[in-house]
């Protein structure tokens, strides 16, 4: 009984707050995209596979210098912020750049200053 209970305060306590509102969701996802940014190694990652069209997590370590343990952390912050989609073929993970996120968020950004 006490779990039922202790779900049903958690529901109330979401249900609570507010709905972001649509300028807090471009500027978090404005945040979001500068942060995966400021990382060279992460700016490398996503040109070079915009310009391939799609890469395996293993073609993209294999381009760069850095250990597979830090490759993986630079494509999941990429994923997480949706700069890079990612899908299974089989055991392996293709990479594709998400070129129409970066131009939205890039214009919305650069449009505050003109």
């Not at 596979?49 to 993986?72: D, K, L, M, Q």
């Not at 630079?74 to 994923?79: D, E, K, R």
């Amino acid at each position: 009984m006490p779990e039922n209970n202790t779900a049903s305060r958690r529901e109330a306590k979401t249900s609570r707050a507010p709905a972001a509102s649509k300028a807090e969701r471009d500027i978090t996802l404005a945040d979001n995209l500068f942060a995966a940014l400021a990382h060279p190694a992460r700016r490398q990652i996503l040109l070079s596979v915009h310009y391939r069209g799609e890469c395996t997590a293993g073609e993209i370590a294999n381009r760069f210098e850095c250990s597979w343990p830090t490759t993986s952390r630079h494509l999941a912050m990429l994923v997480t912020c949706d700069l890079l989609t990612v899908s299974k073929q089989g055991r392996t993970r293709v990479y594709s750049a998400n070129s129409k996120l970066i131009g939205e968020v890039l214009s919305k950004w650069s449009g505050f200053f003109q």
